[in-house]
């Protein structure tokens, strides 16, 4: 016997409805031929074209390792550049492609459906107490 039922741990449960949308995303995005970690990375490249590595890898919650090999895997495919910063040389900027804008909208458009088809499970106001509840959550845990 445990000290504390695991189906009242509300961290089981967060965790259980991450890998369902990670599963549900997954497969959405399968038809264009990228990973959420990928969708990830190419959905900030396009709100903040330039960055670099180290502050994408924060963006998207994986470490600087992880989001190297990515990134290394998005650049192989055609999807991103990377070039070196005009002051800092050893700091390298990411930009999508015109092929990467491409894979991004097709992707992005999955994403969205996904995430439109979760909130619309909702209310307003449930979606509000909802992002509000697990605001709460990270600033508890952080």
């Not at 549900?24 to 960055?51: C, R």
């Not at 097709?106 to 449930?126: I, K, M």
Request: aromatic letters at 2%; glycine letters at 6%.
């Amino acid at each position: 016997m445990t000290s504390m039922p695991v189906e009242e741990r509300i961290g089981s449960h967060i965790k259980r409805a991450e890998q369902a949308l990670l599963t549900a995303k997954n497969a959405a995005l399968k038809p264009a031929g990228v990973t959420v970690p990928q969708y990830a990375a190419l959905a900030w490249l396009a709100e903040k074209p330039g960055i670099s590595a180290a502050a994408l890898a924060r963006l998207c919650g994986v470490t600087p390792p992880t989001m190297n090999t990515v990134l290394k895997n998005l650049q192989e495919r055609g999807l991103i550049e990377r070039t070196p910063h005009e002051w800092h040389r050893n700091v390298l900027e990411t930009r999508l492609t015109e092929e990467g804008r491409s894979v991004m909208a097709v992707a992005d458009a999955a994403a969205v459906r996904v995430e439109r088809g979760l909130a619309a499970e909702f209310s307003a106001a449930e979606r509000e107490q909802l992002i509000a509840l697990l605001g709460r959550c990270i600033g508890v845990l952080s």
